[in-house]
T-cell receptor, first 110, second 112 residues
Framework: EADIYQTPRYLVIGTGKKITLECSQTMGHDKMYWYQQDPGMELHLIHYSYGVNSTEKGDLSSESTVSRIRTEHFPLTLESARPSHTSQYLC?????????FGQGTRLTVV | QKEVEQNSGPLSVPEGAIASLNCTYSDRGSQSFFWYRQYSGKSPELIMSIYSNGDKEDGRFTAQLNKASQYVSLLIRDSQPSDSATYLCAVSGGYNFNKFYFGSGTKLNVKP
């Protein structure tokens, strides 16, 4: 099972601020993913990476950006937060087989 | 058409009964199939993986795969109130082998 960590767990921030959500995994997985999920709603893939220096947009259009400079690290950045960005953001990683999720970051933009 | 379809529920079963959750997928080339459990406000937790046709059992959980029918199911025997959660079906290994496709989930309520 992967160890995958997300920080912060909760974030309340004002409109217009730049934020970075951190995601790190210790299992050396090549594939990493960011999902967005509103309460009671389905998961939406917003970004994924299948290795260092590779990033792809997911199925849901997002104003966020990601980078993958190191295998273990896949941060997500919002340059200017808006109330519409309020959601839960889930990071996951996989190698062969299942994806394993971090505990998530619940973001509230006020 | 969605890649993975699930009945949203809620599915209500009495404690001790068998809960049956179903999932269909559209990409016939899919190779890997997963069931996740998600409690309210928490992240999805893997409970079963299945890769070949037939049944796979793990404790009270049995996953069933029928690739010809593009159908995956999860049976939970002796259901407990602690099993009350949303169950997500996920599929990977098809035409975009790097991606996982998740269903919208089935909410299960186990009544004491």
């Amino acid at each position: 099972e992967a160890d995958i960590y997300q920080t912060p767990r909760y974030l309340v921030i004002g409109t217009g601020k730049k934020i970075t959500l951190e995601c790190s995994q210790t299992m050396g997985h090549d594939k990493m993913y960011w999902y967005q999920q509103d309460p009671g709603m389905e998961l939406h893939l917003i970004h994924y990476s299948y290795g260092v220096n590779s990033t792809e947009k997911g199925d849901l259009s997002s104003e966020s950006t990601v980078s993958r400079i190191r295998t273990e690290h896949f941060p997500l950045t919002l340059e200017s937060a808006r109330p519409s960005h309020t959601s839960q953001y889930l990071c996951a990683s996989s190698e062969v087989g299942a994806a394993f999720f971090g505990q998530g970051t619940r973001l509230t933009v006020v | 058409q969605k890649e993975v379809e699930q009945n949203s529920g809620p599915l209500s079963v009495p404690e001790g009964a068998i809960a049956s959750l179903n999932c269909t997928y559209s990409d016939r080339g899919s190779q890997s199939f997963f069931w996740y459990r998600q409690y309210s406000g928490k992240s999805p937790e893997l409970i079963m993986s299945i890769y070949s046709n037939g049944d796979k059992e793990d404790g009270r959980f049995t996953a069933q795969l029928n690739k010809a029918s593009q159908y995956v199911s999860l049976l939970i025997r002796d259901s407990q109130p602690s099993d009350s959660a949303t169950y997500l079906c996920a599929v990977s290994g098809g035409y975009n082998f790097n991606k996982f496709y998740f269903g919208s989930g089935t909410k299960l309520n186990v009544k004491p």
